[in-house]
């Protein structure tokens, strides 16, 4: 029969749990404050693209919007939605037929589709109707319960060098959830998607 020493046995088993608690630390660090901000970062980019609305309009130019939007949807299981509000002015029906609002309507959602396409991303288009461009987007993100709206600038402001239009303004002021808009540079290529815009070139010039 072997005989144990209660102080050796102490001793070991000291020995022991200070193998595995080094053992532990070397395996899992302690995270320093920059991966603590990086983490916290990538926690909140996720809640923030759960839901992605692109907009569009015949004054609300997003098509260059449209590559930035799919790439934070890639890889998040984002929703992504792609609308374009054709204004329906006062002295016509709600309903009223605009063939050439409706055209451009399917040219710029066709090419948002391409884009959507080329990034491998999942997305739904949908061209609605309204008096009032503003509240339809703001009608439309509270039923998807966006996180985010993406804005593109004033479709006129290249030439007159007002980028962001009364529209554009009361959107980011009033909704209810992160809004991103984004003015084309003279010479940038960040957010560009040249397929979509050549796309949406063509269908501009079509007669």
Not at 27 to 35: A, G
Not at 87 to 110: F, H, I, K, N, Q
Not at 180 to 201: M, P, R, T, Y
Request: aromatic share 4%; glycine share 6%.
């Amino acid at each position: 029969m072997i005989a144990v020493n209660p102080i050796g046995a102490l001793v070991a088993a000291s020995i022991v749990l200070a193998v595995v608690a080094t053992l532990w630390w070397m395996l899992h660090p302690p995270i320093s404050k920059v991966q603590e901000i990086a983490r916290d970062a990538e926690t909140e980019l996720e809640r923030m693209v759960g839901s992605i609305i692109v907009v569009f309009s015949e004054n609300i130019a997003s098509q260059h919007m449209m590559a930035l939007a799919a790439k934070l949807a890639k890889g998040e299981r984002s929703e992504l939605l792609a609308i374009y509000v054709v204004s329906v002015p006062y002295s016509l029906p709600p309903d009223a037929e605009m063939t050439d609002e409706e055209r451009r309507a399917l040219d710029a959602l066709g090419a948002a589709q391409a884009i959507a396409a080329k990034a491998d991303i999942s997305l739904r288009t949908e061209t609605v109707k309204a008096r009032s461009t503003k509240q339809a987007v703001l009608d439309i993100a509270k039923r998807e319960r966006a996180n985010l709206i993406v804005l593109g600038s004033f479709r006129e402001g290249k030439y007159t060098g007002a980028p962001l239009s009364r529209t554009i303004e009361e959107i980011a002021a009033e909704a209810k959830c992160d809004v991103i808009i984004g003015v084309e540079g003279k010479h940038g290529n960040l957010l560009a998607d040249q397929v979509g815009f050549e796309q949406i070139e063509q269908g501009e010039k079509a007669p």
